[in-house]
T-cell receptor, first 111, second 115 residues
Framework: EADIYQTPRYLVIGTGKKITLECSQT?????MYWYQQDPGMELHLIHY???????EKGDLSSESTVSRIRTEHFPLTLESARPSHTSQYLC??????????FGPGTRLTVL | AQSVSQHNHHVILSEAASLELGCNYS??????LFWYVQYPGQHLQLLLK??????LVKGIKGFEAEFIKSKFSFNLRKPSVQWSDTAEYFC?????????????FGRGTSLIVHP
């Protein structure tokens, strides 16, 4: 079982709220990722980081932002949530062989 | 658009049937290839991967995949499936982008195996 954690697991909030999805890993991996996934669809890479103080946007345009102040922590923030942000958000980290380890996901619903 | 294509979105098999799930990618150059699996109620986890060398790679639980460079394919196979193979299967490619390598996933294949 991989040591990568996401909180909360489920979140229902109203439009306009600021939210932060937490992701942490205890494996010491430099590389971390955030994906957005709708049912039956691809995992879309929205942000990634290859080390502390390094963040990049992924393929899918996203209004979210991320930070990487510590190796083990990679939070994702939405400044003003909208119904279009309703989705599942998956966090992952990868080891030196590029094998990814995934968290359980956060299922976000914006009303 | 460049992508990873999984042609079978839903597959239903009986136990002991053979399985082949297709995966094609459209990126040129050097790529690393992966299959991930998500069993019901569990996290996504690695099934197998290909970086270089023998194009036929073996993974956990009797799965294997063959990299055919000329066809840009990395199909997943298992000769005899079990009920416990019921899961979502995702093909992924790590491909060059702007000086680094980033992962791209297909949309997944839902496999149901009837006992």
């Amino acid at each position: 079982e991989a040591d990568i954690y996401q909180t909360p697991r489920y979140l229902v909030i109203g439009t306009g709220k600021k939210i932060t999805l937490e992701c942490s890993q205890t494996m010491g991996h430099d590389k971390m990722y955030w994906y957005q996934q709708d049912p039956g669809m691809e995992l879309h890479l929205i942000h990634y980081s290859y080390g502390v103080n390094s963040t990049e946007k992924g393929d899918l345009s996203s209004e979210s932002t991320v930070s990487r102040i510590r190796t083990e922590h990679f939070p994702l923030t939405l400044e003003s949530a909208r119904p279009s942000h309703t989705s599942q958000y998956l966090c992952a980290s990868s080891d030196v062989t590029d094998t990814q380890y995934f968290g359980p996901g956060t299922r976000l619903t914006v009303l | 658009a460049q992508s990873v294509s999984q042609h079978n979105h839903h597959v239903i098999l009986s136990e002991a049937a053979s399985l082949e799930l297709g995966c094609n990618y459209s990126y040129g150059g050097t790529v690393n290839l992966f299959w991930y699996v998500q069993y019901p109620g569990q996290h996504l986890q690695l099934l197998l991967k290909y970086f270089s060398g023998d194009p036929l790679v073996k993974g956990i639980k009797g799965f294997e995949a063959e990299f055919i460079k000329s066809k840009f394919s990395f199909n997943l196979r298992k000769p005899s499936v079990q009920w416990s193979d019921t899961a979502e299967y995702f093909c992924a490619v790590k491909r060059p982008s702007g000086g680094s390598y980033i992962p791209t996933f297909g949309r997944g294949t839902s496999l149901i195996v009837h006992p």
